[in-house]
């Protein structure tokens, strides 16, 4: 009698995470149409406060490999993700530090019982702590560790990074092999330096660790250089502590970002949505620092060229015009009304005047950008006067919103409210008007090139509120304005620092935009007290207290 026939098998679904094929597929513990191919992928969507179904997909394309695409509507302001560091460690050149609480060493006062890798004191010696992973690995063979100076920098610390993420392949497949995939940039970084030998020399041959090759020590050098984050700060603040992500570092840039990613308490990273994001959009965030969001594509292109070693192709970088900001154009020399913006993208393209249609050739485009970059930086950075007589005339060259002109104003609204001779209390009302006013030209600028819950937003109105609420006391007590125009001053400045609160109330303790946000709450509390009773002031309190 001939065997009965085996029924099929049920068709394999790839990892709702990570996209991996896997015959051994672990369901989502709330829904049926979610499976993940580890547990590390079923945490990382578990801490996805709306789980229903995955809120990104991870897509390949031919353009720029890997990236995050949205598999539902996303809200403003919506947590995406959190991202678990696969290794966190000093950033590059670090002086020797303690590996567990990343305190600088003053000299030698303990060593680790098991490696004998220099500590702070025996309260750092904590087994499941971060030296723990190098200490695993230095045990192997016992190596000897012997550092002459401790007030310069020590060569052997760049390894430390390298060998956590090492650690990862024999302990933790599935990181690892999250990580490996990622990209280094070796085919265009191709010079072997100083540093890298010395981190291929120090682990082996004096750590004597050769089962790993000097091509996966490179290959994790780049992933690290490309990829990595820095995350926050030793508690003395004077060593820098950068993170790898998994899921983060699939993110792609974009001049305008959809999402802001940020560090916890723990060291874990958010992803947030700053606008509303469409099913089927790229999820991206952008790698500049938001003093540089309103900068134009003259200083982008360059930029990410030389650090992240791509053109960016984002729909601002296509757009000469900024989205209509002109925010990199230049006032036309022949007809001194029109603006001169570039024909195309390519690197000899001429720059139009869209009035007179005159043009003009790069050369002398980019020679008036830099002559007037080093102009700039040239200039005494808290020097109001000269850097008022420099705007102007740098508005005889450039347009209004000229990225020039607005870093120009960027640093005029630094220094009102802080700089001596500015500080809150004395100084004169013009000048509070013209940060306010200043400000306010930031944020219209903001709201074309880096809408929503930006923390170009942030920072900007974090100063316009402050500007603002010294500006409306000031007109009080001069009479120059009424009690219910004091009151409706004082509104709008709640307005102002409720959006900080709610942009870095989220961030990490003690870092600089959470300080930023703890002082808008202050700010609103005397609001509250003394001028308007305002709902704002529950909100950051909400915010700031589950945090």
């Known amino acids: 009698m001939p065997d009965e026939e085996s029924p099929p098998?049920?068709?394999?679904?790839?990892?709702?995470?990570?996209?991996?094929?896997?015959?051994?597929?672990?369901?989502?513990?709330?829904?049926?149409?979610?499976?993940?191919?580890?547990?590390?992928?079923?945490?990382?969507?578990?801490?996805?406060?709306?789980?229903?179904?995955?809120?990104?997909t991870i897509l390949h394309e031919d353009r720029c490999g890997r990236l995050l695409m949205a598999a539902r509507d996303i809200k403003e302001g919506e947590t995406i993700f959190t991202d678990a560091p696969a290794a966190v460690g000093p950033d590059n050149n670090p002086k020797p530090v303690c590996l567990t609480c990343y305190k600088r060493l003053p000299g030698l006062t303990y060593r680790c019982r098991y490696c004998s890798w220099?500590?702070?004191?025996?309260?750092?010696?904590?087994?499941?702590?971060?030296?723990?992973?190098?200490?695993?690995?230095?045990?192997?063979?016992?190596?000897?560790?012997s550092i002459e100076d401790y007030k310069v920098s020590c060569p052997s610390y760049n390894a430390i990074m390298v060998l956590r993420l090492l650690w990862l392949k024999e302990n933790k497949r599935e990181v690892w092999d999250l990580i490996d995939i990622l990209m280094d940039h070796l085919d265009v970084d191709k010079e072997l330096t100083k540093t890298k030998k010395g981190v291929i020399s120090f682990i082996r041959d004096h750590c004597k660790l050769t089962q790993f090759s000097e091509k996966e020590i490179l290959h994790l050098m780049g992933i690290v250089d490309t990829n990595a984050y820095i995350i926050g700060e030793n508690p003395n603040k004077d060593v820098d502590l950068q993170g790898l992500f998994p899921i983060t570092s699939i993110l792609n840039h974009s001049c305008s970002a959809n999402t802001i990613c940020f560090a916890g308490?723990?060291?874990?990273?958010?992803?947030?949505?700053?606008?509303?994001?469409k099913k089927g959009e790229e999820l991206t965030t952008n790698y500049l620092h938001y003093h540089y969001h309103a900068f134009g594509l003259s200083y982008r292109n360059p930029e990410l060229?030389?650090?992240?070693?791509?053109?960016?192709?984002?729909?601002?970088?296509?757009?000469?015009?900024?989205f209509g900001t002109m925010s990199d154009?230049?006032?036309?020399?022949?007809?001194?009304?029109?603006?001169l913006l570039p024909l195309n993208d390519s690197s000899d393209s001429e720059w139009i005047c869209g009035s007179c249609y005159g043009s003009q050739p790069r050369k002398f485009v980019v020679n008036t950008i830099n002559t007037w970059w080093n102009t700039m930086e040239d200039h005494p950075k808290?020097?109001?006067?000269?850097?008022?007589?420099?705007?102007?005339?740098?508005?005889?060259?450039?347009?209004?919103?000229?990225?020039?002109?607005?870093?120009?104003?960027?640093?005029?609204?630094?220094?009102i409210g802080e700089t001596k001779g500015y500080e809150y209390e004395s100084v004169?009302?013009?000048?509070?008007?013209?940060?306010?006013?200043?400000?306010?030209?930031?944020?219209?600028?903001?709201?074309?090139?880096?809408?929503?819950?930006?923390?170009?937003?942030?920072?900007?109105?974090?100063?316009?509120?402050e500007a603002l609420y010294w500006l409306g006391k000031k007109r009080y007590v001069a009479m120059?304005?009424?009690?219910?125009?004091?009151?409706?001053?004082?509104?709008?400045?709640?307005?102002?620092?409720?959006?900080?609160?709610?942009?870095?109330?989220?961030?990490?303790?003690?870092?600089?935009?959470?300080?930023?946000?703890?002082?808008?709450?202050?700010?609103?509390?005397t609001i509250h007290e003394k001028y308007i009773q305002t709902k704002h002031l529950e909100t950051a309190n909400r915010i700031l207290k589950t945090e």
């Open 118 to 145: 220099p500590l702070c004191s025996p309260y750092c010696q904590v087994d499941d702590g971060p030296h723990a992973r190098e200490c695993c690995l230095f045990q192997i063979h016992s190596p000897r560790f």
């Open 382 to 415: 808290f020097d109001v006067i000269k850097l008022m007589e420099l705007l102007r005339k740098m508005k005889e060259v450039f347009d209004p919103n000229h990225y020039y002109c607005m870093e120009v104003k960027r640093r005029i609204i630094e220094n």
């Open 428 to 465: 004169a009302i013009p000048w509070l008007e013209k940060k306010v006013e200043f400000c306010k030209d930031h944020l219209n600028l903001q709201k074309v090139v880096a809408p929503g819950l930006s923390e170009y937003r942030a920072y900007m109105s974090v100063h316009c509120g």
């Open 329 to 339: 154009s230049l006032i036309c020399p022949d007809c001194t009304l029109g603006r």
């Open 265 to 277: 308490n723990d060291f874990t990273f958010t992803c947030r949505a700053v606008t509303d994001i």
């Open 480 to 525: 120059e304005m009424t009690g219910p125009q004091l009151n409706t001053c004082m509104e709008e400045v709640a307005n102002y620092l409720v959006k900080v609160v709610e942009i870095w109330g989220p961030y990490r303790r003690r870092s600089s935009e959470r300080l930023r946000a703890e002082e808008a709450r202050g700010l609103l509390e």
């Open 9 to 56: 098998s049920p068709p394999t679904k790839p990892c709702t995470v990570c996209s991996a094929p896997n015959s051994a597929l672990i369901p989502c513990k709330s829904c049926n149409s979610t499976v993940y191919c580890s547990t590390m992928c079923k945490l990382k969507d578990g801490k996805n406060d709306l789980h229903d179904c995955l809120s990104y």
């Open 305 to 322: 060229s030389s650090f992240w070693h791509f053109k960016c192709e984002c729909r601002r970088c296509k757009d000469p015009s900024e």
